[in-house]
């Protein structure tokens, strides 16, 4: 039995009328417990929230967390279901434990306190630091695709918007223009729901997002989502999901619901938000070679994180897809220290100079270090096979930088670290797909949907704390609660940083990078 005070804590006797089909230390339980002892840290545990509905109480906060938080821990994510679980179903009442909300109201809950639940992800991941799950050693970096609820085709052109803010805001517009609109154009004249204020203001939010993405077209629908490619390589309307997650504990230590189509720019933003959450530097943070750019590499640098983020180079070296052709730049050995390329003739290649062109599809410069040794190529027996010009160059793109990173992967610990990766990113990405189904669950703005994202990462994380607990010998369903809430007490001592804002990391703190202070 759980020896835990009723009066402060959720308990075996809290739960009589609801719970006595619930096993003692069931996960139902688990996550209860967990969701009133992260509320405590930041003293909101007696926080209420309003009913949809006039006339009735508000509901408990812890209640109203633990609901939805069981209900996406197995897999029901939409609002009308959880509504019907918790009538019906014995383990929902229990973690409910007397509330019935409605639809709207559960909805209204994820919109308002979904960003304030981040920090079940911070919490958690410091639980499981605590209790010996990971040492924070791997921080491996992926990004997986959501799809939004906007059609592809359903999109508005810039020309069209601006003809539209010309007629709602009676100016003088011809009427060929308008009969010349394209089809979601003209369906959106055609809409019942809003009034003409309402589409004039919705048509001016249309017009700035032009202006932020520089794009040619709109999602008429979901106007914070942007184009992009699928994982299948096929152009579609979503967001970009940005993960990073633990190595050892497999849990996600932070997600962000990005704007941007591509993963170049990435990297600083999912890191910055892993080492807060974390406390620390992790040893080892890893990412494939969408990441690679000047941009990321530099941010390397300048907070001295040991990155290992992958290059086409090394991808084919590791993967056993040599480069057949013996001339070709992967096959030359690299001497950093005299900074030059050995050709298959064992002739130095030396830095010449340095090349900058605007990169579009990066939004980036892309820096190019040439090499090359003209008067060995002109008496080389191979330059005829080996040089399309008078002499061989061999382009290094990213500067000095992007070598360091290359040279990196040709040192045995640093592979098997970044081969942790693979391992690593898939299932929890994997199960953002298959068990919260995110391609159904974002909603049409951004906020609503990275609240969305924090709570299917937050359940998934409990999910992982509670399967690793029972998997320790001497834990079981009799005393499992007990030893959380110990260890709950001492994660509570670490959070407390966060509410009483004694300390915010920054990289000039020495204490910062060997373990989080306090």
Known sequence: ???????????????????????????????????????????VENETFPSSKPGRKPYALHKMASLVYYSYARGFTKASVIEDMVKNHTYFKFVANGIEPDEDTINNFINIWGSFFEYIIDYSIQLAQI?????????????????????????????????LIDYYSNKLVDMDELEGLRFPARKFINREDLSNKDKLKYLNKIMER??????????????DSIHLYNKDGNPDVGYNIQTAVDSESKMFIALIVSQKATDHHQFPDIMNKSIENMGIFPHFACADAGYNTRRTLEYVEEIGLNALIDNNRSAKLRNGHSNDNKFHKDNMNYNIQEDYFTCYNHEKLFYQETKVKWDEKKQDYDIQRKYYNKEACA?????????????????????ILALKMMLK?????????????????????????????????????????????????GSYNLIRLYNQFIELEGINESNILEI????????????????????????ESSDYRQGRCG
């Open 131 to 163: 209790a010996g799950f990971t040492t924070f050693e791997n921080t491996c970096v992926d990004s997986t695709f959501a799809k939004s609820k906007n059609n592809k085709f359903n999109v508005v052109h810039k020309n069209d918007v601006k003809i």
């Open 409 to 457: 992967f040709e040192e045995y610990e640093n592979v098997i670290a970044y081969t942790k990766r693979f391992s690593t990113v898939e299932a929890p990405n994997g199960t953002l797909k298959i068990h919260y189904h995110i391609n159904e669950l974002l909603t049409p703005n951004l906020i609503k949907s990275q609240n969305k994202i924090n709570i299917c990462g």
């Open 379 to 399: 008496h080389c027996k191979y330059s005829k096979e080996c040089c399309t010009t008078k002499y061989r160059t061999v382009s290094i793109s990213g500067g």
């Open 484 to 507: 959380v809430k110990e260890l709950c007490d001492k994660t509570n001592a670490l959070m407390s940083i966060y509410r009483n804002k004694t300390l915010r990391f920054s990289n």
């Open 210 to 223: 032009f202006d932020e993405t520089g794009a040619n077209t709109i999602p008429v629908h979901d106007i």
């Open 1 to 43: 039995m759980c020896d835990i005070d009723t009066n402060d804590y959720v308990g075996r006797f809290e739960f009589v009328e609801f719970g006595h089909n619930v096993p003692e230390g069931d996960f139902a339980r688990f996550v209860v417990l967990f969701i009133k002892m992260l509320l405590k840290t930041f003293e």
